[in-house]
């Protein structure tokens, strides 16, 4: 099919069909939707730290004269200013961002005063933004400071009826200072907050040694600093690695205190909480633990806040150390989270790129350069400009008589001034507008102290132009002047987030140590329905199960124990048995506790017990020795211990004191060979055991050789094998077939 002509200036109404492979019709308008997000939505700009919505509206409310020094005015004023002239997006989202640049609890340093609801650290949201109203802080005023000078680059607004900058003239650095977060498409940006002074001290190291580590500069910027304060328990290795590649995580957990309560009692008061979570979803997250028992040293909590963070966390018993408590909330709550990093952003050209510290600090100080030479080349244009209009001003005092002569009695004065005395055109009108009373001699004094001024700050700005040393010299005034403004010593200045070391504690051991001890049997059926029973079972066949199912496995067990579950796909499950349901139910579901799938059989159910061997073995007749410490599973998904192809995992069997294994197929055939002939593992396939033409491993048996093997007849009777020597043969052999009497279902012991 041969592809339409389209007629200039488009198709004709009615025929706007174009014919174009679907394939590249989608990736040209995705690659374009892509560069979009990317370049216009989600990734900030190295240099100022923003992305084009709050560009935007720092631009539109310097627009609207909203200084630190003038009065607020309506947030929805500010907004609708925003979508209509600069941003072409709804009102919600721009509303939104303006919101979180007022939030103090968002913004290590906020950029918009905010009057009214902006939110809370609860996570409530902000009144509608007819109700609210805000204006520009000086932090703010910083970033916007010389946009009036030709400082930055200005390009039309989407209707092309007004303009709006490209960057600030950013003077912090703004990017690390106030941190970002955004996903685009096929790549993401999270990079925290840090404190600015201690940023400006690094960009000064740099200014003075360019050639400086990323150690050195974590000498003055030791780690992120958030504005919900916190402390950071990452250690200084990780952080460093982290600054060195712009790619990692920082712990971060809750502030804490102990407060003394009568009776030899405590509690913990919690003042700072990790940035970004929202305070309310932690105390439901706090007392659901609590409710379904998953945090045992955890007594109650409450909010006492007012605007202040007061979080109260009492203890089960005043017995539990402190340390412990918070230790084990730290693992089961969001008192700690972690914090990626992943310093993505927009480089001077407007290519995506991780950076890490010192390239972004370098990439703030190249913008703060250009900065300032364009703002003293605009300063030295207004200079030259203003000298002109001052040395044709000069000539009038020079020849007073004659210029008024000409002013009076000639037709075109303006042009005879000109001829008269060689002015410009801009010089003759600065003459004629000039007022009588400013020709005293006072005035004339005035003029020629304000050009030798100017002539002198126009010859420094020159050299400042003419030499690279002076504009690096200029920038580091520069920042030591706004260090003073957002330094340690003001109120916003001042870090908030410390840093120390997690104590080393063992909060699993404390926790089941609050366990009640007691003797249980675990009760797990055939269609995986588990439950646990006080005491022993004296009679299994009282037991209630769903229509249907039926028991499968009966293991006495005691309450502090750890239940592992030995799965037909060679993977170990964990379960505590504390948590175990009632047997006054038919129980719960495996699958609720654990991630096995339906088609996976549990093969094996026992408590766990330090130190003990087991050897496990798949169907295909591969196994090995196995400690049992390594089968525990900290995962709902479990752990992969076993190696095991479709025919899936065997048996798992208890080492215990045997020195022999004797191994029997699906073929009947036995082999007995020395236990210390399989190899010790954590994970794999193992060795092969036995060989079979078809078929596999159908049962095993661990046992000592002075008292030898048995099994269980059909009768339930246990018979001893007293000529198994026989039967002794190199481990992978094919074995001998089963003594006569041997049973029937070919196992040693009854299955389950």
């Known amino acids: 099919m041969n592809k339409p002509v389209i007629p200039p200036g488009g198709p004709a109404d009615?025929?706007?069909?174009?014919?174009?492979?679907?394939?590249?019709?989608?990736?040209?308008?995705?690659?374009?939707?892509?560069?979009?997000?990317?370049?216009?939505?989600?990734?900030?700009?190295?240099?100022?730290?923003?992305?084009?919505?709050?560009?935007?509206l720092m631009h539109a409310m310097r627009i609207l004269r909203l200084d630190p020094e003038s009065s607020a005015k309506k947030c929805a004023r500010v907004v609708g200013d925003v979508i209509g002239k600069y941003h072409p997006h709804g009102d919600t989202a721009v509303y939104d961002a303006l919101v979180r640049l007022a939030q103090d609890f968002a913004q290590r340093y906020p950029l918009i005063d905010g009057q009214g609801n902006f939110g809370n650290i609860d996570g409530d949201n902000a009144a509608a933004m007819r109700y609210t109203e805000c204006r520009l802080t000086d932090a703010a005023a910083l970033l916007l400071d010389g946009i009036d000078e030709d400082a930055v680059d200005f390009r039309a607004t989407y209707d092309g009826e007004d303009e709006e900058p490209v960057v600030l003239p950013a003077g912090f650095p703004n990017l690390l200072a106030n941190g970002s977060s955004g996903?685009?498409?096929?790549?993401?940006?999270?990079?925290?907050?840090?404190?600015?002074?201690?940023?400006?001290?690094?960009?000064?190291?740099?200014?003075?040694?360019?050639?400086?580590?990323?150690?050195?500069?974590?000498?003055?910027?030791?780690?992120?600093?958030?504005?919900?304060?916190?402390?950071?328990?990452?250690?200084?290795?990780?952080?460093?690695?982290?600054?060195?590649?712009?790619?990692?995580?920082?712990?971060?957990?809750?502030?804490?205190?102990?407060?003394?309560?009568?009776?030899?009692?405590?509690?913990?008061?919690?003042?700072?909480?990790?940035?970004?979570?929202?305070?309310?979803?932690?105390?439901e997250q706090l007392a659901t633990l609590i409710e379904l028992k998953k945090a045992p040293l955890l007594g109650d909590v409450r909010d006492e806040s007012a605007e202040d963070v007061r979080l109260i966390i009492e203890p089960k018993s005043r017995n539990v150390e402190p340390e412990v408590l918070m230790e084990s909330l730290f693992k089961l709550s969001t008192l700690e989270t972690r914090f990626p990093v992943n310093m993505n952003v927009l480089d001077a050209?407007?290519?995506?790129?991780?950076?890490?510290?010192?390239?972004?600090?370098?990439?703030?100080?190249?913008?703060?350069?250009?900065?300032?030479?364009?703002?003293?080349?605009?300063?030295?244009?207004?200079?030259?400009?203003?000298?002109?209009?001052?040395?044709?001003?000069?000539?009038?005092?020079?020849?007073?008589?004659?210029?008024?002569?000409?002013?009076?009695?000639?037709?075109?004065?303006?042009?005879?001034?000109?001829?008269?005395?060689?002015?410009?055109?801009?010089?003759?009108?600065?003459?004629?507008?000039?007022?009588?009373?400013?020709?005293?001699?006072?005035e004339e004094m005035e003029l020629r102290r304000e050009h030798d001024e100017l002539a002198k700050e126009r010859d420094g700005l020159t050299a400042l132009l003419a030499s690279e040393k002076k504009q690096w010299n200029l920038v580091g005034v520069g920042l030591r002047a706004v260090r003073k403004v957002l330094g340690p010593e003001t109120a916003v200045g001042k870090r908030r987030t410390s840093f120390a070391d997690a104590p080393q504690v063992d909060a699993a051991a404390a926790i089941e140590a609050m366990i009640v001890r007691e003797p249980i049997t675990v009760i797990v059926s055939e269609r995986g329905w588990i439950r646990a029973a006080k005491g022993a079972v004296q009679d299994p066949s009282e037991l209630k199960f769903k229509e249907g199912d039926k028991l499968a496995f009966l293991v006495p067990a005691e309450t502090t124990d750890k239940?592992?579950?030995?799965?037909?796909?060679?993977?170990?499950?964990?379960?505590?048995?504390?948590?175990?349901?009632?047997?006054?139910?038919?129980?719960e579901p495996l699958r609720l506790m654990v991630d096995i799938e339906d088609s996976v059989r549990i093969l094996d159910v026992f408590p766990h017990k330090p130190g003990r061997k087991r050897v496990i073995a798949s169907k295909a007749g591969y196994g090995f020795i196995l400690p049992e410490d390594e089968a525990l599973a900290f995962r709902r998904a479990g752990k992969q211990?076993?190696?095991?192809?479709?025919?899936?995992?065997?048996?798992?069997?208890?080492?215990?004191?045997?020195?022999?294994?004797?191994?029997?197929?699906?073929?009947?055939?036995?082999?007995?060979?020395?236990?210390?002939?399989?190899?010790?593992?954590?994970?794999?396939?193992?060795?092969?055991?036995?060989?079979?033409?078809?078929?596999?491993?159908?049962?095993?048996?661990?046992?000592?050789?002075?008292?030898?093997?048995?099994?269980?007849?059909?009768?339930?009777?246990?018979?001893?094998?007293?000529?198994?020597?026989?039967?002794?043969?190199?481990?992978?052999?094919?074995?001998?077939?089963?003594?006569?009497g041997f049973a029937s279902n070919k196992r040693f012991r009854p299955q389950g």
């Open 183 to 283: 996903i685009a498409v096929g790549m993401a940006t999270s990079i925290p907050p840090h404190n600015a002074a201690e940023l400006i001290d690094a960009c000064l190291l740099l200014l003075e040694r360019p050639e400086a580590s990323t150690a050195d500069l974590t000498g003055f910027v030791s780690g992120p600093d958030f504005p919900t304060g916190g402390i950071v328990v990452e250690s200084q290795a990780s952080m460093l690695e982290t600054y060195e590649t712009g790619r990692g995580g920082v712990r971060l957990r809750a502030r804490w205190h102990l407060e003394e309560i009568p009776r030899g009692g405590y509690r913990i008061v919690v003042t700072e909480i990790p940035y970004q979570v929202k305070k309310a979803d932690m105390i």
């Open 14 to 56: 009615g025929d706007r069909v174009i014919d174009e492979p679907l394939t590249e019709a989608l990736s040209r308008r995705y690659l374009a939707y892509a560069l979009s997000t990317i370049m216009h939505r989600a990734l900030p700009d190295v240099r100022d730290g923003l992305k084009p919505v709050h560009r935007r």
């Open 563 to 587: 239940l592992l579950l030995f799965a037909s796909d060679g993977r170990f499950f964990t379960v505590a048995c504390d948590k175990l349901p009632s047997a006054r139910g038919h129980g």
């Open 349 to 442: 050209r407007g290519t995506p790129g991780v950076m890490g510290l010192k390239q972004a600090l370098m990439a703030f100080l190249a913008h703060r350069r250009e900065v300032l030479i364009r703002r003293a080349g605009w300063r030295l244009a207004k200079i030259e400009q203003r000298l002109h209009i001052l040395e044709g001003l000069l000539i009038v005092f020079l020849n007073l008589d004659e210029v008024i002569r000409i002013v009076r009695f000639e037709d075109e004065p303006k042009a005879k001034l000109i001829e008269t005395f060689t002015l410009t055109d801009i010089q003759a009108d600065a003459i004629l507008n000039t007022r009588l009373r400013q020709l005293a001699k006072l």
């Open 641 to 740: 211990v076993l190696t095991v192809d479709e025919s899936g995992a065997c048996l798992s069997l208890d080492v215990a004191d045997g020195d022999h294994l004797a191994v029997i197929g699906d073929n009947g055939k036995i082999l007995v060979f020395k236990l210390d002939e399989l190899p010790e593992m954590v994970r794999g396939k193992g060795v092969k055991l036995q060989s079979y033409r078809e078929g596999g491993l159908r049962d095993a048996l661990v046992f000592t050789k002075a008292a030898g093997p048995s099994w269980i007849d059909s009768a339930g009777r246990n018979r001893a094998w007293t000529d198994w020597t026989g039967w002794i043969a190199r481990r992978s052999s094919a074995g001998k077939a089963a003594p006569k």
